[in-house]
């Protein structure tokens, strides 16, 4: 199974795809409703407000997310961060079951979110917000912040092998090492994933879009 995110996905379906365009109009109208009545202003752009800001869209396998995220715990356990690749598949279980007990926590952008549907917005907001059913919001209603997704991401990136400048962004050369790793990187599936969410983050909160999971 393999995980799409967008960000700018009217634009794009306003290029290509009208019924498409027509869709996720009344998707975005459903959550910005549901945002709202949880107090927090937010719509997303519409393409004739947003031409020429920035867009991100990137596939690859859901597994690179789950071993992210496994990262993101081990570095938040204070465990040694191993690559998924080289681990041993009892340890790897054990892994899997303290994700689940991290995400139960409620706290993190990263683990409490729907594998392959639903939106992250460029509004800071402690907490992942858990919108009711009955709103009609994709991925099970479970919204995140793209901010504290970024800050999540850059707070355990060294531990992955990720080399962030002091201020903590990511250079140009360093996006571009991550976008073509080695095929001897061990982090390759976990620096792939990271790269993309990463770049989603950013263009998220420079133009004003959700980052779609679909």
């Known amino acids: 199974m393999g995980l799409s995110l967008s960000v700018g996905m ?13 869709y996720h109009r009344e998707a975005f109208a459903r959550l ?11 719509r997303e752009p519409e393409p004739s407000e947003s031409a020429g800001t920035p867009r991100h869209y990137a596939g690859f396998p859901a597994r690179h997310l789950t071993h992210l ?35 139960s926590m409620l706290s993190s952008h990263l683990l409490c979110h729907s594998d392959s549907a639903g939106y992250y917005v460029p509004v800071d907001f402690d907490d992942p917000l858990f919108l009711t059913r009955g709103a009609g919001v994709d991925g099970g ?22 080399r962030l400048d002091a201020d903590g962004t990511l250079n140009a050369e360093e996006s571009a090492r991550l976008a073509h ?13 990271w790269l993309h969410l990463h770049l989603a ?3 998220s909160i420079a133009g004003g879009h959700a980052i779609v999971f679909h």
Request: aromatic content about 8%; overall charge negative.
């Open 69 to 103: 995220r496994r990262s993101y715990v081990l570095h938040r356990w204070e465990e040694p961060v191993t690559p998924a690749l080289t681990c041993d598949p009892a340890q790897y279980a054990r892994d899997l079951r303290w994700i689940e007990d991290e995400t």
């Open 32 to 42: 910005h409703d549901a945002l709202a009545a949880e107090g927090i202003d937010w």
């Open 181 to 193: 790793p080695s095929p001897d990187d061990p982090f390759q599936a976990e620096t792939f994933g």
């Open 201 to 203: 983050c950013r263009a």
């Open 141 to 162: 209603g479970i919204v995140g912040s793209s901010r504290r997704l970024l800050a999540e991401l850059r707070g355990f990136a060294p531990a992955i092998g990720v």
């Open 10 to 22: 009217l634009h794009t379906m306003a290029e290509s795809d009208q019924e498409g365009l027509r």
